[in-house]
């Protein structure tokens, strides 16, 4: 499982890096408004999770392992692509979208297929109950690469610019594009003269618009460096996989290569019970629709209250959340921590708890010596939902392992909540998510009024630290549970296209992720939050309303 999780670990830190600035890129190169851009955001997430559907039907013919392979050449040709720089012309928006096609079919064969594979090493009854803790752990390897991303992308585009004399500077790509189109209003202009005179370099003393081509040229360059790493952490994950692929090949054995090799399932299920499981497992891929179209505003919606509505500064403790370095050490102390409390030998608990004690000191140095106040950009904001995940899992699968082992007269399995009752506790949970942003909102200009500027009256970080916090909760409720949940009850000669179907339900919600961007400067910031808010709370209910159904159905 661990040779698994740290090829995917690779591929996801390229992926996460993409994604980052991609929202950011599209509106700096193109100059596209956040209804258009919004929506190619939005198909492109939908590709990515639906091509699972196809990887997942060709796996259950050929295989899961040659699938995964052929999924990450194929990406490596797409995040190629991605990273050529290109004008802001037709053929470069043809080219951009080859790209995102060839990337979204390379994640359709390889991720989907990876996770049916760590499913496999847990069908022998003897680790079947680690099942659940297995894919916990799996997923938060997953968000270690996920949590480095922001920051890698971060820092490629502030070298790059830093090369070409600039600086990185929110309003500046809205306003360019204003000037450039001829439709900016005076005191725009004003301001984007300003803006343009802080720059370290000669372009500080261009014509505006020369300063306004140049500005979009070195800023659209530095975001396809950015693109590029994905390239080098592919190479990464391919290398893991090839070279550790003796110690999962048992796994890699579909129902049709079981068959031929003469070994029965593990499971083996009449037509009704077939029939019972499918149908289950499509009422759960109904639900998780709504959680992943709230879900996944944080490269849109999220991203983009961060750039027009957040401070660009942070102030206190909340500095250190903007250090990746400081959020790693702080991720790895809450497994010594553990370490301290479950070592059974006085030794171990010693050592654990000396290792903890150096990792906190590591990042209060590393606090002490940030900036105050420090300059943050918004893209950073992604680095919290994973970092959350790596820090909660420990909790979390500590919590469920306490309750597990709580048996009663009424309960002789434990107290535990079922995968499907996690779920539907994990849309009420990211309800509360919405609810903060929600009070964030309170009194701002809506996006119209602000036309492409920034909030006169930004909010402090904590309000989206917060949101992402709660909107974590909720996901380590529902998505390694839900993943898990795919691979236990699937049938299995149909184990390739139920967890393709759960990448589909993800890719439905994501192209529905872009409502809220169509809705962007057409509603206040209050409404837009709330009808996620209350999108999450309906499926919250329809998923314990048909929660006894679902659990008849696919109980062992």
């Given at each position: 499982m661990f040779a698994l999780a740290l090829a995917n670990t690779g591929e996801r830190f390229g992926y996460y890096t993409m994604l980052a600035i991609f929202m950011l890129f599209l509106q700096a190169k193109f100059g596209w408004g956040g209804s258009l851009a919004s929506t190619v955001y939005a198909?492109?997430?939908?590709?990515?999770?639906?091509?699972?559907?196809?990887?997942?039907?060709?796996?259950?013919r050929i295989g899961y392992g040659k699938c995964v392979v052929t999924g990450v050449c194929?990406?490596?040709?797409?995040?190629?692509?991605?990273?050529?720089?290109?004008?802001?012309?037709?053929?470069?928006?043809?080219?951009?979208?080859?790209?995102?096609?060839?990337?979204?079919?390379?994640?359709?064969?390889?991720?989907?297929?990876?996770?049916?594979l760590v499913g496999n090493l847990y069908d022998d009854p003897k680790y079947s109950a680690r099942r659940d803790s297995a894919f916990s752990l799996f997923y938060m390897a997953i968000n270690i690469g996920a949590m480095f991303a922001p920051s890698a992308a971060t820092a490629i585009t502030n070298r790059f610019l830093g090369?070409?004399?600039?600086?990185?500077?929110?309003?500046?790509?809205?306003?360019?594009?204003?000037?450039?189109?001829?439709?900016?209003s005076a005191e725009n202009s004003a301001k984007l003269t300003d803006l343009a005179s802080l720059m370290p370099s000669e372009a500080a003393q261009m014509p505006l618009g020369d300063f306004c081509s140049y500005y979009i040229e070195h800023l659209s360059s530095a975001?396809?460096?950015?693109?590029?790493?994905?390239?080098?952490?592919?190479?990464?994950?391919?290398g893991i996989y090839l070279a550790t692929r003796s110690w999962f090949k048992h796994a890699d054995v579909n129902a049709k290569q079981a068959a031929a090799a003469g070994r029965t399932e593990t499971v083996e299920l009449t037509p009704k019970q077939t029939k019972d499981r499918i149908v289950a497992l499509c009422l759960v891929f109904a639900v998780v629709i709504f959680f992943w179209m709230a879900f996944h505003q944080n490269g849109q919606s999220l991203t983009w209250f961060a750039r027009d509505y957040t401070r660009s500064f942070a102030e206190g403790w909340s500095r250190i959340g903007f250090n990746i370095w400081a959020l790693a050490l702080i991720a790895a102390s809450i497994y010594t921590l553990f370490?301290?409390?479950?070592?059974?030998?006085a030794s171990g608990k010693i050592i654990s708890?000396?290792?903890?004690?150096?990792?906190?000191?590591?990042?209060f140095g590393?606090?002490?010596?940030?900036?105050?106040?420090l300059e943050i950009f918004p893209q950073l904001f992604q680095q919290f939902n994973?970092?959350?995940?790596?820090?909660?899992?420990?909790?979390?699968m500590a919590i469920f392992s306490a309750l597990a082992s709580k048996k009663t007269a009424r309960h002789p399995g434990g107290l535990e909540p079922s995968a499907p009752k996690k779920i539907g506790i994990g849309m009420f949970v990211a309800a509360l998510g919405y609810l903060i942003m929600v009070a964030a909102s309170a009194g701002q200009l809506s996006p119209a009024e602000l036309q492409g500027t920034v909030s006169p009256d930004p909010v402090i970080p904590q309000y989206l630290m917060a949101t992402y916090l709660v909107l974590t909760f909720a996901e380590l409720l529902l998505s390694p549970m839900g993943i898990s949940f795919v691979t236990k009850v699937a049938p299995p000669k149909y184990k390739g296209l139920m967890m393709g179907l759960w990448f589909a339900a993800t890719a439905i919600g994501n192209y529905l992720s872009s409502i809220p961007g169509l809705l962007w400067d057409k509603v206040s910031l209050q409404a837009n939050w709330a009808i996620l808010m209350g999108l999450c709370v309906l499926a919250g209910g329809i998923m314990f309303a048909m929660l006894k159904k679902i659990e008849a159905a696919t109980a062992e």
């Open positions: 198909v492109f997430l939908a590709c990515v999770y639906f091509f699972p559907v196809i990887g997942g039907i060709l796996a259950d194929i990406m490596f040709l797409g995040y190629v692509a991605l990273a050529v720089p290109t004008a802001a012309n037709g053929f470069g928006i043809a080219l951009m979208i080859g790209a995102l096609l060839l990337i979204s079919l390379g994640t359709g064969l390889f991720k989907g297929n990876l996770q049916v090369k070409a004399g600039l600086i990185y500077k929110a309003d500046i790509p809205a306003l360019a594009h204003q000037f450039l189109n001829g439709t900016i975001y396809n460096m950015g693109f590029a790493v994905a390239c080098v952490s592919l190479i990464f994950s391919i370490g301290t409390f479950q070592s059974e030998k708890g000396i290792v903890t004690a150096a990792l906190w000191a590591g990042a590393i606090y002490q010596g940030q900036d105050n106040p994973p970092f959350f995940v790596v820090a909660l899992t420990p909790v979390s």
